[in-house]
Protein backbone atom coordinates (compact mmCIF):
# COMPACT_ATOMS: atom_id res chain seq x y z
CA UNK A 1 0.00 0.00 0.00
CA UNK A 2 1.36 3.53 -0.85
CA UNK A 3 0.72 7.26 0.57
CA UNK A 4 -1.39 9.47 -1.70
CA UNK A 5 1.41 10.92 -4.19
CA UNK A 6 2.80 14.16 -3.56
CA UNK A 7 2.78 16.33 -6.63
CA UNK A 8 4.95 19.98 -7.02
CA UNK A 9 6.02 21.68 -10.44
CA UNK A 10 8.41 22.93 -11.44
CA UNK A 11 9.79 24.87 -15.27
CA UNK A 12 12.56 22.88 -17.58
CA UNK A 13 15.73 25.44 -16.95
CA UNK A 14 18.02 25.95 -19.88
CA UNK A 15 20.97 24.19 -17.65
CA UNK A 16 18.69 21.09 -17.93
CA UNK A 17 18.44 21.04 -22.01
CA UNK A 18 21.16 19.68 -24.38
CA UNK A 19 22.06 19.63 -28.40
CA UNK A 20 19.41 17.68 -29.04
CA UNK A 21 16.56 20.73 -27.67
CA UNK A 22 15.10 18.42 -24.98
CA UNK A 23 16.20 18.13 -21.38
CA UNK A 24 19.80 15.71 -20.76
CA UNK A 25 19.07 12.31 -19.28
CA UNK A 26 20.74 12.43 -15.91
CA UNK A 27 18.62 15.63 -14.84
CA UNK A 28 15.82 13.45 -14.90
CA UNK A 29 17.40 11.71 -11.39
CA UNK A 30 17.78 15.16 -10.18
CA UNK A 31 14.24 16.05 -10.87
CA UNK A 32 13.49 12.64 -8.92
CA UNK A 33 15.22 14.14 -6.24
CA UNK A 34 13.30 17.05 -5.78
CA UNK A 35 10.07 15.81 -5.79
CA UNK A 36 10.90 13.32 -3.18
CA UNK A 37 12.43 15.92 -1.06
CA UNK A 38 8.86 17.57 -1.43
CA UNK A 39 7.01 14.42 -1.13
CA UNK A 40 9.02 13.49 2.52
CA UNK A 41 8.18 17.74 3.70
CA UNK A 42 4.14 17.20 2.83
CA UNK A 43 4.14 13.99 4.79
CA UNK A 44 5.32 16.13 7.79
CA UNK A 45 8.75 14.70 7.41
CA UNK A 46 10.95 16.36 5.63
CA UNK A 47 14.29 14.24 4.88
CA UNK A 48 16.66 17.01 6.62
CA UNK A 49 14.97 15.71 10.21
CA UNK A 50 15.95 12.86 8.98
CA UNK A 51 19.82 13.38 8.28
CA UNK A 52 19.63 15.39 12.04
CA UNK A 53 18.89 12.19 13.31
CA UNK A 54 21.37 10.22 12.24
CA UNK A 55 19.56 8.17 9.37
CA UNK A 56 20.44 8.49 5.80
CA UNK A 57 19.11 7.42 3.06
CA UNK A 58 21.21 6.69 -0.01
CA UNK A 59 20.44 5.63 -3.46
CA UNK A 60 20.48 1.92 -4.07
CA UNK A 61 19.09 1.45 -7.26
CA UNK A 62 17.27 3.64 -9.92
CA UNK A 63 15.36 3.65 -12.94
CA UNK A 64 14.12 5.43 -15.84
CA UNK A 65 12.16 4.92 -18.94
CA UNK A 66 12.17 8.36 -21.21
CA UNK A 67 8.47 8.77 -22.65
CA UNK A 68 9.07 12.34 -24.34
CA UNK A 69 10.59 15.50 -25.07
CA UNK A 70 10.23 18.61 -22.55
CA UNK A 71 11.81 21.71 -23.86
CA UNK A 72 13.24 25.14 -22.19
CA UNK A 73 10.44 26.66 -20.35
CA UNK A 74 8.10 23.84 -20.59
CA UNK A 75 5.85 23.44 -17.10
CA UNK A 76 6.45 19.57 -16.13
CA UNK A 77 3.95 18.55 -13.19
CA UNK A 78 6.32 15.69 -10.63
CA UNK A 79 4.37 12.73 -8.83
CA UNK A 80 6.22 11.04 -6.63
CA UNK A 81 4.70 8.24 -4.38
CA UNK A 82 6.55 6.04 -1.58
CA UNK A 83 6.28 2.38 -0.50
CA UNK A 84 7.95 0.07 1.44
CA UNK A 85 10.76 -2.37 -0.51
CA UNK A 86 11.33 -5.57 1.44
CA UNK A 87 11.93 -5.08 5.08
CA UNK A 88 14.47 -2.73 4.70
CA UNK A 89 14.18 -0.56 1.74
CA UNK A 90 12.22 2.50 -0.24
CA UNK A 91 11.02 2.80 -2.88
CA UNK A 92 9.81 5.87 -4.39
CA UNK A 93 7.56 5.99 -7.43
CA UNK A 94 8.04 9.15 -10.10
CA UNK A 95 5.89 10.51 -13.11
CA UNK A 96 6.87 13.56 -14.72
CA UNK A 97 4.35 15.06 -17.77
CA UNK A 98 3.75 18.42 -19.32
CA UNK A 99 1.62 20.26 -17.18
CA UNK A 100 -0.21 21.83 -19.86
CA UNK A 101 -1.68 18.61 -21.91
CA UNK A 102 -0.73 15.69 -19.82
CA UNK A 103 1.97 14.38 -22.20
CA UNK A 104 4.14 11.89 -20.44
CA UNK A 105 8.05 13.06 -20.15
CA UNK A 106 9.51 10.64 -17.80
CA UNK A 107 8.44 8.21 -15.28
CA UNK A 108 10.67 5.69 -12.72
CA UNK A 109 11.56 4.82 -9.51
CA UNK A 110 14.17 4.85 -7.21
CA UNK A 111 15.10 2.03 -4.09
CA UNK A 112 16.77 3.73 -0.90
CA UNK A 113 18.83 1.93 1.65
CA UNK A 114 18.37 3.17 5.34
CA UNK A 115 21.52 3.70 6.75
CA UNK A 116 23.43 5.18 9.60
CA UNK A 117 25.40 7.90 8.76
CA UNK A 118 28.20 5.47 8.20
CA UNK A 119 26.93 3.96 5.27
CA UNK A 120 25.54 0.47 6.73
CA UNK A 121 22.36 -0.96 6.82
CA UNK A 122 19.90 -0.13 9.94
CA UNK A 123 16.23 -1.11 10.96
CA UNK A 124 14.19 1.44 9.85
CA UNK A 125 12.98 3.22 13.04
CA UNK A 126 8.53 2.65 13.21
CA UNK A 127 7.55 5.55 12.33
CA UNK A 128 9.17 5.19 9.04
CA UNK A 129 8.10 2.02 8.22
CA UNK A 130 4.20 4.00 8.80
CA UNK A 131 5.35 6.61 6.68
CA UNK A 132 6.30 4.49 3.87
CA UNK A 133 3.09 2.07 4.81
CA UNK A 134 0.87 4.45 4.32
CA UNK A 135 0.11 4.46 7.88
CA UNK B 1 26.70 -10.85 -28.55
CA UNK B 2 29.04 -7.91 -27.49
CA UNK B 3 31.84 -5.95 -28.32
CA UNK B 4 34.56 -6.54 -26.76
CA UNK B 5 34.25 -3.55 -23.95
CA UNK B 6 35.81 -0.12 -23.97
CA UNK B 7 37.66 1.07 -21.04
CA UNK B 8 38.26 4.79 -20.00
CA UNK B 9 39.71 6.38 -16.42
CA UNK B 10 38.93 9.07 -14.72
CA UNK B 11 38.79 11.18 -11.32
CA UNK B 12 35.88 12.16 -9.23
CA UNK B 13 35.50 16.34 -9.22
CA UNK B 14 33.99 18.71 -6.67
CA UNK B 15 31.38 18.91 -8.82
CA UNK B 16 30.43 15.48 -8.48
CA UNK B 17 30.09 15.00 -4.80
CA UNK B 18 27.46 15.60 -2.69
CA UNK B 19 26.76 16.07 1.49
CA UNK B 20 26.88 12.75 1.45
CA UNK B 21 30.85 12.81 0.95
CA UNK B 22 30.42 10.47 -1.95
CA UNK B 23 28.90 11.29 -6.08
CA UNK B 24 25.65 12.23 -6.48
CA UNK B 25 23.42 9.31 -7.74
CA UNK B 26 22.82 11.56 -11.55
CA UNK B 27 26.70 11.79 -11.97
CA UNK B 28 26.42 8.17 -12.68
CA UNK B 29 24.60 8.65 -15.89
CA UNK B 30 26.92 11.35 -17.11
CA UNK B 31 29.39 9.01 -16.68
CA UNK B 32 27.83 6.79 -18.30
CA UNK B 33 27.77 8.92 -21.48
CA UNK B 34 31.44 9.59 -21.06
CA UNK B 35 31.93 5.79 -21.52
CA UNK B 36 29.95 5.56 -24.78
CA UNK B 37 31.66 8.82 -25.97
CA UNK B 38 35.03 7.04 -25.73
CA UNK B 39 33.55 3.42 -26.67
CA UNK B 40 32.05 4.35 -29.99
CA UNK B 41 34.84 6.53 -31.10
CA UNK B 42 37.36 3.22 -30.19
CA UNK B 43 35.13 1.27 -32.46
CA UNK B 44 35.91 3.89 -35.37
CA UNK B 45 32.31 5.16 -34.88
CA UNK B 46 32.14 8.47 -33.00
CA UNK B 47 28.62 9.69 -32.07
CA UNK B 48 29.20 13.41 -33.56
CA UNK B 49 29.42 11.53 -37.22
CA UNK B 50 26.33 9.59 -36.32
CA UNK B 51 24.80 13.00 -35.82
CA UNK B 52 26.47 14.40 -39.15
CA UNK B 53 24.55 11.24 -40.72
CA UNK B 54 21.02 12.42 -40.15
CA UNK B 55 21.39 9.27 -36.74
CA UNK B 56 20.00 10.44 -33.11
CA UNK B 57 20.22 7.99 -30.60
CA UNK B 58 18.16 9.01 -26.94
CA UNK B 59 18.35 7.52 -24.08
CA UNK B 60 14.92 4.81 -24.01
CA UNK B 61 15.42 3.68 -20.84
CA UNK B 62 18.52 3.83 -18.17
CA UNK B 63 19.20 1.85 -14.93
CA UNK B 64 21.89 2.57 -12.36
CA UNK B 65 22.50 0.08 -9.51
CA UNK B 66 24.71 2.19 -7.22
CA UNK B 67 27.19 -0.48 -5.33
CA UNK B 68 29.91 1.75 -3.32
CA UNK B 69 31.12 5.25 -2.71
CA UNK B 70 33.61 7.29 -4.37
CA UNK B 71 35.03 10.44 -2.99
CA UNK B 72 36.83 13.55 -4.34
CA UNK B 73 39.88 12.85 -6.83
CA UNK B 74 38.92 8.46 -6.22
CA UNK B 75 40.47 7.24 -9.91
CA UNK B 76 37.76 5.08 -11.09
CA UNK B 77 37.56 3.09 -14.27
CA UNK B 78 34.60 2.37 -16.17
CA UNK B 79 33.84 0.05 -18.64
CA UNK B 80 31.66 0.21 -21.57
CA UNK B 81 30.05 -2.92 -23.81
CA UNK B 82 27.78 -2.32 -26.71
CA UNK B 83 25.01 -4.97 -27.96
CA UNK B 84 21.55 -4.69 -29.90
CA UNK B 85 18.51 -4.78 -28.16
CA UNK B 86 15.55 -6.10 -30.31
CA UNK B 87 15.77 -5.44 -33.87
CA UNK B 88 16.20 -1.18 -33.78
CA UNK B 89 17.75 -0.35 -30.46
CA UNK B 90 20.93 -0.39 -28.97
CA UNK B 91 22.07 -1.64 -25.08
CA UNK B 92 25.04 0.12 -23.55
CA UNK B 93 26.21 -1.79 -20.18
CA UNK B 94 28.18 -0.01 -17.86
CA UNK B 95 30.49 -0.92 -15.08
CA UNK B 96 32.71 2.08 -12.94
CA UNK B 97 34.88 0.46 -10.31
CA UNK B 98 37.33 1.98 -8.19
CA UNK B 99 41.07 2.07 -10.20
CA UNK B 100 43.05 1.01 -7.08
CA UNK B 101 41.15 -1.83 -5.60
CA UNK B 102 38.47 -2.53 -7.29
CA UNK B 103 36.09 -2.08 -5.13
CA UNK B 104 32.58 -1.45 -7.18
CA UNK B 105 31.41 1.90 -7.54
CA UNK B 106 27.86 1.91 -9.65
CA UNK B 107 26.93 -0.37 -12.70
CA UNK B 108 23.84 -0.43 -15.61
CA UNK B 109 22.85 0.33 -18.76
CA UNK B 110 21.31 2.57 -21.25
CA UNK B 111 18.77 1.52 -24.14
CA UNK B 112 18.90 4.20 -26.93
CA UNK B 113 16.89 4.47 -29.69
CA UNK B 114 17.41 5.20 -32.73
CA UNK B 115 15.91 8.25 -34.83
CA UNK B 116 16.22 10.74 -37.64
CA UNK B 117 16.62 14.05 -36.32
CA UNK B 118 12.82 14.83 -35.98
CA UNK B 119 12.51 12.26 -33.18
CA UNK B 120 11.12 9.10 -35.36
CA UNK B 121 12.67 5.96 -35.10
CA UNK B 122 14.04 4.87 -38.05
CA UNK B 123 16.09 0.84 -39.01
CA UNK B 124 19.33 1.55 -38.15
CA UNK B 125 21.91 1.38 -41.04
CA UNK B 126 24.01 -1.89 -41.94
CA UNK B 127 27.25 -0.76 -40.03
CA UNK B 128 25.11 -0.17 -37.16
CA UNK B 129 23.81 -3.13 -36.57
CA UNK B 130 27.29 -4.61 -37.53
CA UNK B 131 28.66 -2.39 -34.63
CA UNK B 132 26.34 -3.75 -32.21
CA UNK B 133 26.62 -7.18 -33.09
CA UNK B 134 30.56 -6.64 -32.96
CA UNK B 135 30.67 -7.23 -36.80
CA UNK C 1 17.98 52.66 -14.49
CA UNK C 2 16.65 49.23 -13.56
CA UNK C 3 13.65 47.48 -12.82
CA UNK C 4 11.89 46.41 -9.69
CA UNK C 5 13.54 43.52 -8.93
CA UNK C 6 12.16 40.20 -9.13
CA UNK C 7 12.02 37.62 -6.88
CA UNK C 8 11.91 34.09 -6.16
CA UNK C 9 12.40 31.28 -3.63
CA UNK C 10 13.68 27.72 -4.12
CA UNK C 11 15.49 25.41 -1.67
CA UNK C 12 18.46 23.82 -2.13
CA UNK C 13 19.15 19.99 -3.26
CA UNK C 14 21.13 17.19 -2.47
CA UNK C 15 22.46 17.52 -6.50
CA UNK C 16 23.38 21.05 -5.29
CA UNK C 17 25.88 20.16 -2.10
CA UNK C 18 29.09 19.06 -2.58
CA UNK C 19 31.61 17.04 -0.08
CA UNK C 20 31.96 20.63 1.71
CA UNK C 21 28.89 20.50 2.93
CA UNK C 22 27.71 23.63 1.12
CA UNK C 23 26.38 24.36 -2.43
CA UNK C 24 28.81 23.41 -4.80
CA UNK C 25 29.92 26.99 -7.10
CA UNK C 26 28.75 26.30 -10.50
CA UNK C 27 25.17 25.96 -9.19
CA UNK C 28 25.19 29.22 -8.27
CA UNK C 29 25.49 29.95 -11.98
CA UNK C 30 22.04 27.59 -12.74
CA UNK C 31 20.43 29.54 -9.67
CA UNK C 32 21.25 32.86 -11.31
CA UNK C 33 19.62 31.65 -15.02
CA UNK C 34 16.55 30.44 -12.95
CA UNK C 35 16.25 33.89 -11.63
CA UNK C 36 16.66 35.45 -14.94
CA UNK C 37 13.89 33.45 -16.26
CA UNK C 38 11.35 34.24 -13.77
CA UNK C 39 12.32 38.00 -13.94
CA UNK C 40 11.78 38.02 -17.60
CA UNK C 41 8.42 36.19 -17.04
CA UNK C 42 6.84 38.85 -14.43
CA UNK C 43 8.02 41.51 -16.47
CA UNK C 44 5.60 39.95 -19.35
CA UNK C 45 8.27 38.74 -21.60
CA UNK C 46 9.13 35.16 -20.82
CA UNK C 47 12.88 34.33 -22.59
CA UNK C 48 11.03 31.25 -24.56
CA UNK C 49 9.11 34.12 -26.32
CA UNK C 50 12.59 36.08 -27.71
CA UNK C 51 13.79 32.86 -29.11
CA UNK C 52 10.46 31.49 -30.44
CA UNK C 53 11.11 35.80 -32.02
CA UNK C 54 14.15 34.77 -33.50
CA UNK C 55 16.35 36.73 -30.46
CA UNK C 56 19.17 34.81 -28.57
CA UNK C 57 20.74 36.12 -25.17
CA UNK C 58 23.91 34.22 -24.94
CA UNK C 59 25.91 34.40 -21.62
CA UNK C 60 28.66 37.09 -22.51
CA UNK C 61 30.33 37.19 -18.87
CA UNK C 62 29.64 36.10 -15.95
CA UNK C 63 30.57 36.74 -12.14
CA UNK C 64 30.11 35.33 -8.84
CA UNK C 65 31.24 36.87 -4.82
CA UNK C 66 30.51 33.52 -2.53
CA UNK C 67 29.22 35.06 0.31
CA UNK C 68 27.88 32.29 2.72
CA UNK C 69 27.41 28.83 3.02
CA UNK C 70 23.94 27.04 2.05
CA UNK C 71 23.02 23.99 2.93
CA UNK C 72 20.66 21.10 1.75
CA UNK C 73 17.05 22.08 1.75
CA UNK C 74 17.63 25.67 3.08
CA UNK C 75 15.45 27.56 1.67
CA UNK C 76 17.21 30.59 -0.45
CA UNK C 77 15.64 34.08 -1.88
CA UNK C 78 16.63 34.82 -5.06
CA UNK C 79 16.15 38.33 -6.65
CA UNK C 80 17.24 39.62 -10.19
CA UNK C 81 17.41 42.65 -11.31
CA UNK C 82 17.94 43.89 -15.88
CA UNK C 83 19.79 46.41 -16.76
CA UNK C 84 21.49 48.12 -19.95
CA UNK C 85 25.04 47.41 -20.21
CA UNK C 86 26.03 50.26 -23.00
CA UNK C 87 23.99 49.93 -25.63
CA UNK C 88 23.86 46.61 -27.30
CA UNK C 89 24.10 44.13 -23.96
CA UNK C 90 21.81 43.36 -21.11
CA UNK C 91 23.05 42.82 -17.50
CA UNK C 92 21.01 41.03 -14.78
CA UNK C 93 21.90 41.66 -11.41
CA UNK C 94 21.25 38.62 -8.28
CA UNK C 95 21.85 38.41 -5.32
CA UNK C 96 21.20 34.92 -3.13
CA UNK C 97 19.99 35.08 0.69
CA UNK C 98 18.87 32.89 3.17
CA UNK C 99 14.99 33.44 3.55
CA UNK C 100 15.26 32.68 7.30
CA UNK C 101 17.37 35.23 8.36
CA UNK C 102 18.73 37.16 5.38
CA UNK C 103 22.33 36.12 5.64
CA UNK C 104 24.28 36.09 2.29
CA UNK C 105 25.12 33.20 0.38
CA UNK C 106 26.26 34.85 -3.12
CA UNK C 107 25.51 37.77 -5.19
CA UNK C 108 26.87 38.70 -8.93
CA UNK C 109 25.85 39.26 -12.10
CA UNK C 110 25.98 38.15 -15.66
CA UNK C 111 26.15 40.63 -19.31
CA UNK C 112 24.44 38.98 -22.15
CA UNK C 113 24.71 39.60 -25.43
CA UNK C 114 21.96 40.09 -27.77
CA UNK C 115 22.21 37.89 -31.07
CA UNK C 116 20.27 36.25 -33.98
CA UNK C 117 19.93 32.56 -33.81
CA UNK C 118 23.48 32.31 -36.11
CA UNK C 119 25.20 34.20 -32.48
CA UNK C 120 25.60 37.28 -34.59
CA UNK C 121 25.31 40.56 -32.52
CA UNK C 122 21.94 42.51 -33.10
CA UNK C 123 20.47 45.67 -32.50
CA UNK C 124 18.08 45.17 -29.71
CA UNK C 125 14.25 45.67 -30.49
CA UNK C 126 13.01 49.25 -29.22
CA UNK C 127 10.73 46.92 -26.83
CA UNK C 128 13.82 45.01 -24.94
CA UNK C 129 15.53 48.62 -24.85
CA UNK C 130 11.94 49.82 -23.22
CA UNK C 131 12.36 46.62 -21.04
CA UNK C 132 16.12 46.63 -19.66
CA UNK C 133 15.16 50.75 -19.45
CA UNK C 134 12.30 50.29 -17.23
CA UNK C 135 9.83 52.16 -19.89
CA UNK D 1 54.72 35.62 -9.95
CA UNK D 2 53.20 32.77 -11.08
CA UNK D 3 53.88 29.09 -11.80
CA UNK D 4 54.03 27.43 -15.06
CA UNK D 5 50.88 26.43 -16.19
CA UNK D 6 49.20 23.25 -16.19
CA UNK D 7 47.57 22.14 -19.66
CA UNK D 8 44.64 19.39 -19.71
CA UNK D 9 42.54 18.33 -22.31
CA UNK D 10 39.30 17.06 -22.29
CA UNK D 11 36.19 16.58 -24.86
CA UNK D 12 32.52 18.14 -24.53
CA UNK D 13 29.88 15.91 -23.53
CA UNK D 14 26.01 15.75 -24.11
CA UNK D 15 25.70 16.94 -20.49
CA UNK D 16 27.47 20.11 -20.72
CA UNK D 17 26.14 21.03 -23.61
CA UNK D 18 22.55 23.23 -23.82
CA UNK D 19 19.60 24.22 -26.73
CA UNK D 20 21.32 26.70 -28.02
CA UNK D 21 23.96 24.38 -29.35
CA UNK D 22 26.93 25.17 -27.19
CA UNK D 23 28.00 24.66 -23.58
CA UNK D 24 26.05 25.69 -20.79
CA UNK D 25 27.82 28.70 -18.86
CA UNK D 26 28.01 26.92 -15.72
CA UNK D 27 30.07 24.04 -16.79
CA UNK D 28 32.93 26.83 -17.25
CA UNK D 29 33.24 26.56 -13.61
CA UNK D 30 32.96 22.82 -13.48
CA UNK D 31 36.00 22.86 -16.32
CA UNK D 32 37.90 25.40 -13.91
CA UNK D 33 37.66 22.89 -11.25
CA UNK D 34 39.09 20.03 -13.39
CA UNK D 35 41.94 22.16 -14.37
CA UNK D 36 42.52 23.28 -10.93
CA UNK D 37 42.38 19.74 -9.49
CA UNK D 38 44.90 18.76 -12.20
CA UNK D 39 47.24 21.74 -11.91
CA UNK D 40 48.29 20.88 -7.91
CA UNK D 41 48.54 17.30 -9.16
CA UNK D 42 51.00 18.61 -10.90
CA UNK D 43 52.80 20.52 -9.26
CA UNK D 44 53.30 17.64 -6.26
CA UNK D 45 50.58 18.84 -3.90
CA UNK D 46 47.01 17.39 -5.09
CA UNK D 47 44.24 19.07 -3.52
CA UNK D 48 42.95 16.07 -1.62
CA UNK D 49 45.88 15.97 0.42
CA UNK D 50 45.08 19.31 1.89
CA UNK D 51 41.67 18.24 3.16
CA UNK D 52 43.66 15.57 5.25
CA UNK D 53 45.89 17.93 6.55
CA UNK D 54 42.89 20.14 7.40
CA UNK D 55 42.89 22.78 4.95
CA UNK D 56 40.06 23.97 2.79
CA UNK D 57 39.78 26.29 -0.39
CA UNK D 58 36.31 27.47 -0.87
CA UNK D 59 35.67 29.62 -3.54
CA UNK D 60 35.71 33.26 -2.77
CA UNK D 61 35.03 34.74 -5.70
CA UNK D 62 34.76 33.39 -9.60
CA UNK D 63 34.81 35.50 -13.37
CA UNK D 64 33.81 33.99 -16.44
CA UNK D 65 34.24 35.77 -19.68
CA UNK D 66 32.31 33.72 -22.82
CA UNK D 67 34.38 33.56 -25.72
CA UNK D 68 33.27 31.32 -27.91
CA UNK D 69 30.68 28.06 -29.15
CA UNK D 70 32.18 24.66 -27.94
CA UNK D 71 30.30 21.86 -29.72
CA UNK D 72 29.40 18.02 -28.55
CA UNK D 73 32.64 16.43 -28.58
CA UNK D 74 34.80 19.39 -29.45
CA UNK D 75 38.51 18.77 -28.05
CA UNK D 76 39.27 21.48 -25.67
CA UNK D 77 42.84 22.66 -24.01
CA UNK D 78 42.40 24.10 -20.70
CA UNK D 79 45.51 25.97 -18.85
CA UNK D 80 45.49 27.17 -15.50
CA UNK D 81 47.98 29.08 -13.67
CA UNK D 82 47.63 29.80 -9.82
CA UNK D 83 49.20 32.93 -7.87
CA UNK D 84 48.86 34.44 -4.77
CA UNK D 85 45.84 37.08 -4.13
CA UNK D 86 46.71 39.51 -1.20
CA UNK D 87 48.75 37.75 1.72
CA UNK D 88 45.78 35.06 2.57
CA UNK D 89 44.14 33.82 -0.67
CA UNK D 90 45.04 32.11 -4.00
CA UNK D 91 44.23 32.78 -7.53
CA UNK D 92 44.00 30.21 -10.22
CA UNK D 93 43.59 32.00 -13.92
CA UNK D 94 41.73 29.68 -16.45
CA UNK D 95 41.86 29.14 -20.29
CA UNK D 96 40.18 26.81 -22.29
CA UNK D 97 40.59 27.02 -26.02
CA UNK D 98 39.80 24.82 -29.10
CA UNK D 99 42.67 21.92 -28.95
CA UNK D 100 41.99 22.47 -33.08
CA UNK D 101 42.56 25.73 -34.05
CA UNK D 102 43.34 27.53 -31.06
CA UNK D 103 40.51 29.62 -31.20
CA UNK D 104 39.25 30.65 -27.88
CA UNK D 105 35.76 29.20 -25.72
CA UNK D 106 36.43 31.12 -22.71
CA UNK D 107 38.52 32.32 -20.35
CA UNK D 108 38.04 33.32 -16.28
CA UNK D 109 39.32 33.07 -12.81
CA UNK D 110 38.69 31.81 -9.53
CA UNK D 111 39.95 33.15 -6.02
CA UNK D 112 39.83 31.16 -2.97
CA UNK D 113 39.90 31.52 0.68
CA UNK D 114 42.29 29.34 2.99
CA UNK D 115 40.65 27.76 5.80
CA UNK D 116 40.38 25.22 8.53
CA UNK D 117 37.66 22.53 8.46
CA UNK D 118 34.75 24.88 9.91
CA UNK D 119 35.67 27.58 7.78
CA UNK D 120 37.60 29.94 9.32
CA UNK D 121 40.63 32.14 7.66
CA UNK D 122 43.60 30.76 8.65
CA UNK D 123 47.31 32.13 7.78
CA UNK D 124 48.70 29.69 4.60
CA UNK D 125 51.17 27.52 5.43
CA UNK D 126 54.26 28.31 4.33
CA UNK D 127 54.81 25.32 1.14
CA UNK D 128 51.32 26.77 0.27
CA UNK D 129 52.93 30.11 -0.09
CA UNK D 130 56.16 28.93 -1.66
CA UNK D 131 53.62 26.98 -3.95
CA UNK D 132 51.56 30.24 -5.21
CA UNK D 133 54.74 31.83 -5.14
CA UNK D 134 56.44 29.71 -7.85
CA UNK D 135 58.86 29.10 -5.21
Known amino acids: MSHAPGI ?3 RVRYADTDQMGTYYNARALEWFEFGRNEL ?11 EAQGLRLPVFEAH ?12 LTLTTSLAREGRAKLRFESR ?7 EAVCEGWTVHAVTDPGGRA ?4 AWLIDLADGG
Open 40 to 50: LRALGRPYRQW
Open 96 to 102: IEQADGG
Open 64 to 75: VRFLGPAAYDDL
Open 8 to 10: VSF
Open 122 to 125: IRPP
